[in-house]
């Protein structure tokens, strides 16, 4: 039966195995919506507590989380510190005792940080310029597509990626537990081409258990108008949709030099469609084929995803996988996604099979 076997080692003390203490765990990567700033991430990790184990996972200790899918090789989810340790103390012996570990990721970890009169001087490489200053976050990837201002800044550390993040309009992936910057760019060189999502289990795709669809105002994605401050402040509408629907007005901080008129722009009319779904999809580990888990559990990239409403007909469209939890127990792993649409994310790419505007296998070029 395929299956997500999940091992928890002490990186900080010398990769101490600690998976047999582990009774449950689970986790979120990513953030809830394409507009959302990444606050970072934390997981729980429920382990026994009883003899000192607690000297196995202490204050501030590095922990890796690990995932194998059956025939497959073990693949790093998560990076953590141990941020605080609770327990539930057990009367008697106190043999069945448990401790409920919490771990911070890198970005919520430089959310605690604050640059002090720190100087930033690169223009499209300020995440790694950021990463280098800060041993607490790892962060690697592209450099931005737009230019960044440079100076010196007094601000928290986790606002300032974001501020680079809402205006350059890349994501964050998560790869071997790490974070990967990817530019709006290179997102064609991030599909996934040999796995699909769908109603039913096979080689190339997993099945989902239960599919939700979410439109307009309840996935925080339908607004008319937008306000950008940059370098500058700027506003851009939507007047057709304001006449519509009303002002829903998106405002962000970001840290362009230029061009920021057109990224409020970009935003008052990338997010004006309130038709367009968001999707919400649950599956476990054990209703997969064992190759098709094998292959989700490798990388997080856009996906393709089929459904059919009720009474209508089948749909298939590209997503990216917004935020994606875990819930591990020595059952079984059950996985919930948040799926972004691919247009919230098209760059007008020209030609390109998923971005593409101008892709000639559509034109018949």
């Known amino acids: ?95 069945n005792s448990t401790m409920t570990v919490l771990l911070n990721d890198g970005l919520l970890q430089a959310g605690m940080a604050n640059f002090n009169a720190q100087s930033l001087t690169s223009v499209n490489d300020q995440i790694q310029e950021i990463d280098s200053v800060l041993p607490q976050i790892s962060i690697s990837g592209s450099n931005t597509d ?21 205006g350059d309009r890349g994501v964050f992936a998560l790869v071997s537990g790490g974070y990967v910057y990817v530019a709006p760019s290179n997102f064609d060189t991030n599909v996934e081409s040999t796995l699909t999502i769908g109603r039913t289990t096979s080689a190339s795709q997993i099945a989902y258990q239960d599919l939700v669809r979410v439109e307009a105002a309840s996935n925080s994605l339908f607004y008319t108008q937008a306000t950008i401050t940059g370098s500058a402040a700027t506003e851009t509408s939507n007047a057709e949709n304001i006449a519509t629907y009303g002002t829903r007005t998106f405002t962000a901080t970001t840290a362009q030099s230029q061009l920021v008129g057109q990224s409020a722009q970009w935003y008052a009319n990338a997010f004006s469609d309130p038709n367009v779904e968001s999707l919400y999809v649950t599956f476990t580990d054990v209703a997969q084929n064992q190759t098709a888990l094998n292959l989700w559990n490798v990388n997080f990239e856009f996906l393709q995803v089929s459904y059919t409403p009720p009474g209508g007909v089948s749909t298939t469209g590209y997503y990216w996988p917004e935020q994606i939890t875990f819930n591990a127990t020595t059952s079984q792993t059950t996985v919930d996604m948040l799926l972004s649409p691919q247009t919230y994310y098209a760059n007008f790419i020209l030609d390109d099979a998923v971005f593409g505007v101008l892709d000639t296998d559509r034109l018949g070029v």
């Open 1 to 95: 039966m395929p299956k997500l076997t999940w091992k928890v080692t002490n990186h900080t003390q010398a990769d101490l195995d600690i998976t047999q203490y582990v009774r449950s765990l689970n986790f979120t990567l990513g953030r809830p919506s394409p507009v959302s700033p990444y606050s970072g991430n934390s997981a729980s990790v429920t382990m026994s507590s009883y003899g000192g184990l607690e000297t196995y996972v202490a204050v501030n200790d590095k922990i890796y989380l690990y995932a194998q899918a059956t025939g497959g090789s073990y693949q790093l989810k998560f990076v953590g510190r141990v941020a605080s340790r609770n327990y539930n103390d057990e009367p008697g012996t106190g043999i």
């Open 146 to 166: 737009i230019n960044i201002s440079t100076g010196t800044f007094s601000v928290n550390a986790n606002q300032r990626i974001n501020e680079i993040v809402a």
